[in-house]
T-cell receptor, first 114, second 114 residues
Framework: AQSVTQLDSHVSVSEGTPVLLRCNYS??????LFWYVQHPNKGLQLLLK??????LVKGINGFEAEFKKSETSFHLTKPSAHMSDAAEYFCVVSGSGNTGKLIFGQGTTLQVKP | DAGVIQSPRHEVTEMGQEVTLRCKLISGHNSLFWYRQTMMRGLELLIYFNNNVPIDDSGMPEDRFSAKMPNASFSTLKIQPSEPRDSAVYFC????????????FGAGSRLTVL
């Protein structure tokens, strides 16, 4: 069965410092992995996706994530946090097949301090 | 494209009342997903459709919940009778055949059952 574990429920950084949001996955086959972002009172927006091409994936707003099979990780990073990055971030793994059925992590709340 | 459109955005109702949530898919998308988000349980997939056909409804909590897709662009999620524990944000998402694992989410319907 597929699952994701987000290792931190809450991360706090200062504006201009790096962001690291950690995610480990479990999958019985080569997974598709995603990061979605949810701003307060909004729907979820796709940040980036990994689908077995390049292991370093670049997304919107300066975010990127690296797929590491040996570590079963897909951590999300950004070199310099901006106040507008404050949101809830979800690591997501696809279910079996190409059905669109996604399995969400519990989410990490990113706080950005001025 | 207006994206995935959900209505109502907010609903407050009393226990025992019927609740109907609505979702309009993005034109050309053929898969529809209903998710529920709560603080305790995070994001849960309730049901999803491919080409108007329900594929997996294992996430539907109980018989009080029902979902329909009367045509290719519209879906409803009905709760009858509603209970306070149904209070949550309900998200609708859609995808197309080419990007089956990439979902576009609506802004959500926040339901409060008193």
């Amino acid at each position: 069965a597929q699952s994701v574990t987000q290792l931190d429920s809450h991360v706090s950084v200062s504006e201009g410092t790096p962001v690291l949001l950690r995610c480990n996955y479990s999958s019985s086959y080569s997974p598709s992995l995603f990061w979605y972002v949810q701003h307060p009172n909004k729907g979820l927006q796709l940040l980036l996706k990994y689908t077995s091409a390049a292991t370093l994936v670049k997304g919107i707003n300066g975010f990127e994530a690296e797929f590491k099979k040996s570590e079963t990780s897909f951590h999300l990073t950004k070199p310099s946090a901006h106040m507008s990055d404050a949101a809830e971030y979800f690591c997501v793994v696809s279910g079996s097949g190409n059905t669109g059925k996604l399995i969400f992590g519990q989410g990490t709340t990113l706080q950005v301090k001025p | 494209d207006a994206g995935v459109i959900q209505s109502p955005r907010h609903e407050v109702t009393e226990m025992g009342q019927e609740v109907t949530l609505r979702c309009k898919l993005i034109s050309g998308h053929n898969s529809l997903f209903w998710y529920r988000q709560t603080m305790m349980r995070g994001l849960e997939l309730l049901i999803y459709f491919n080409n108007n056909v329900p594929i997996d409804d294992s996430g539907m909590p109980e018989d009080r919940f029902s979902a329909k897709m009367p045509n290719a662009s519209f879906s409803t999620l009905k709760i009858q009778p509603s209970e306070p524990r149904d209070s949550a944000v309900y998200f609708c998402a859609s995808s197309n055949r080419e990007g089956a694992n990439v979902l576009t989410f609506g802004a959500g319907s926040r339901l409060t059952v008193l």
